[in-house]
Structures are given as structure tokens and as C-alpha cells.
T-cell receptor, first 115, second 113 residues
Framework: SQTIHQWPATLVQPVGSPLSLECTVE??????LYWYRQAAGRGLQLLFY??????ISSEVPQNLSASRPQDRQFILSSKKLLLSDSGFYLC??????????????FGNGTRLTVT | GNSVTQMEGPVTLSEEAFLTINCTYT??????LFWYVQYPGEGLQLLLK?????DKGSNKGFEATYRKETTSFHLEKGSVQVSDSAVYFC????????????FGTGTRLQVTL
């Protein structure tokens, strides 16, 4: 069966420090991968998605970047965190199928607090 | 662009009460519709989905029918339990390269004894 691992579960970082959140998927090949952010009191916002190694699409301009160095690994990074980067970050994957309305499968999330 | 509008919460119900969480959408084309549930401290889990008009998605006693004429996908359950307390998200997905979901803002459900 497929599983998705996301770590760390919680993180407290000072303003201006770097960030690296990692997500890996097991039990599937060539998945689509996604990073979402859920800010306090708000819905989910798609930050990045990837349809293959090295292929990253950004949905919103921001202080963050994403990379996909391996087929089932997706990394969210920042060189210098801002207070506004605080939130709950969710990694997700979906099967890559024609028409592609396959559902997303989410990790348990990382709660990031920038102080 | 695509958008999803959910009723604002929180919704507080007694155990065994009937639940309705309203969801309406705006989209081009023929989206698929989803309900996701988020339990405290966890990520989102797919609850149910419908891929075309008049489809009914169902799971764990929850149901939602894809109504194209009213652009709605309301979530219902006949008898809620305390364990149903969570945040519920309505979402849509357009056909495309990736399943990029547009989410509603979520509705918090609190079920009490």
C-alpha cells in the first residue's frame, strides 16, 4: 500500500533562518506531488506541484521554493523565513492518470511557527 | 477562476443529530468534487468524491450528491457521532495535468453528547 511521510511534525524557527521540510512517498511510482499551506483560520492554499523529477510549478509568488530531487521525494525550502511563513504545511501525492482527477493523499503535516 | 464556498462554522450538534454542510462551487468545464476531513493535529483524508453530475459519493455514513444545476455538493449524515468532530473541506479538481484542488475554507463540526 502507498504511504506518505512528512517531517518534522512541528518546527519553531526564528525569523531569517532557513527552512527545509521533506516529504517522501512509498508504494507508488511517478506520482504527482504537492505542497499546500493552511494558515490559521483559513483554507488550504496550493503552493507548488510537481509532475516529475525536476519539474516544479509555483502557484503563488512567495518566499518559499520547492525541489524534487527524486521521483518520490519533495522538499520545501526557504533561505530566510518570514513571520508570515507560519502555518500548517501539507504534502500530498496523487496518481498520474489521463484526465487526472485522481484524489489527493495527504501527509500528517508540519506545523511551522516562525518567531 | 475556480472557487469553492462553504458554510461558515463552527457547527455544533448533539450526537445522533442530522448534519448538513453546504458547499457550492464555480468552475469552468466539468470538475470532480471532493469532501476531505481533517481530524485534530492531522493531515486531510479523502472522505468521498463524485466525478460527474448526479453522482452520489458516500463513505462512513456521509453522502454528497453532485448537483450541476445548482453547482452544489452538500455533505450530509443522518446521525452524527462524537468521533465525527473534525474540520470538513469541500474541494474541486479540474481536468488537467495534475489534480490541483481548489479548497473551501473548511467547516468545523463539533459533536457533543
Amino acid at each position: 500500500s502507498q504511504t506518505i511521510h512528512q517531517w518534522p511534525a512541528t518546527l519553531v524557527q526564528p525569523v531569517g533562518s532557513p527552512l527545509s521540510l521533506e516529504c517522501t512517498v512509498e508504494g507508488t511510482s511517478n506520482p504527482n506531488l504537492y505542497w499546500y499551506r493552511q494558515a490559521a483560520g483559513r483554507g488550504l492554499q496550493l503552493l507548488f506541484y510537481s509532475v516529475g523529477i525536476g519539474q516544479i510549478s509555483s502557484e503563488v509568488p512567495q518566499n518559499l521554493s520547492a525541489s524534487r530531487p527524486q521521483d518520490r521525494q519533495f522538499i520545501l525550502s526557504s533561505k530566510k523565513l518570514l513571520l508570515s511563513d507560519s502555518g500548517f504545511y501539507l504534502c500530498a501525492w496523487s496518481d498520474r492518470v489521463p484526465g487526472d482527477n485522481s484524489p489527493l493523499h495527504f501527509g500528517n503535516g508540519t506545523r511551522l511557527t516562525v518567531t | 477562476g475556480n472557487s469553492v464556498t462553504q458554510m461558515e462554522g463552527p457547527v455544533t450538534l448533539s450526537e445522533e443529530a442530522f448534519l448538513t454542510i453546504n458547499c457550492t462551487y464555480t468552475a469552468t468545464g466539468y470538475p470532480s468534487l471532493f469532501w476531505y476531513v481533517q481530524y485534530p493535529g492531522e493531515g486531510l483524508q479523502l472522505l468521498l468524491k463524485a466525478t460527474k453530475a448526479d453522482d452520489k459519493g458516500s463513505n462512513k455514513g456521509f453522502e454528497a450528491t453532485y448537483r450541476k444545476e445548482t453547482t452544489s455538493f452538500h455533505l450530509e449524515k443522518g446521525s452524527v457521532q462524537v468521533s465525527d468532530s473534525a474540520v470538513y473541506f469541500c474541494a474541486l479538481s479540474d481536468t488537467g495535468t495534475a489534480s490541483k484542488l481548489t479548497f473551501g475554507t473548511g467547516t468545523r463540526l463539533q459533536v457533543t453528547l
